[in-house]
């Protein structure tokens, strides 16, 4: 099947949608703070390469245990969906659109689902208990998940706000697009 493919933080809206959410949570309930010792150690277990169980049970989303992940990401959503870049609103419709992200899955689904996106590949994390139940999507991963998720998949348009950090999604499409504060040109690969 052939549809156009997105990522999403930068590409899609500004920011990062992972430490906007933790912000956003952070403003909420200023007491997750509590967490950042434990965010820390994971964060830095995964910089340094060691340790991947404790990355994944200490992960920068293990505030997730003190709000009601639910009605957060809900909020949050209303939020992120005014700061959509309007090229994205008025994609192409004729072919499926699908999302590779690194961000977690558990903040992008429900934007991605009033986005109407088809197809949405990211980084699995429970989102009551902020671990990672995946390898972080990004980069070489994209495309290993993109493969595994969505077998048989081609893409006729890529688009990323990376032309570094994307590169090997953005070789998959027969057209690819470097996105930057909304504004889309073409690439030649």
Not at 39 to 45: A, T, V
Not at 120 to 128: A, P, Q
Not at 163 to 170: G, N, Q, T
Request: proline residues 5%; glycine residues 6%; contains cysteine.
């Amino acid at each position: 099947m052939k549809a156009y493919l997105y990522d999403f933080d930068k590409t899609i809206c500004p920011g990062d949608c992972g430490s906007q959410f933790w912000l956003f949570c952070l403003k909420k309930r200023p007491w997750l703070i509590v967490f950042l010792p434990i965010q820390m150690i994971g964060g830095l277990c995964k910089v340094l390469k060691i340790c991947e169980p404790l990355q994944r049970r200490c992960s920068i989303h293990s505030y997730v245990r003190g709000i009601d992940t639910e009605s957060f990401v809900s909020e949050y959503c209303d939020k992120k969906i005014k700061t959509v870049f309007p090229y994205f609103h008025n994609r192409k419709r004729d072919l499926p659109t699908v999302v590779c992200s690194a961000s977690p899955d558990f903040i992008l689904k429900p934007i991605c689902k009033k986005l109407e996106v088809e197809y949405l590949v990211c980084t699995e994390v429970d989102g009551k208990s902020g671990k990672i139940l995946s390898k972080t999507c990004k980069g070489k991963e994209k495309v290993i998940r993109l493969n595994e998720k969505l077998e048989g998949f081609t893409y006729a348009e890529v688009y990323s706000d990376s032309e570094k950090h994307d590169l090997p999604i953005l070789k998959l499409g027969e057209k690819a697009f470097l996105v930057t504060d909304g504004k889309v040109r073409e690439l030649r690969l």
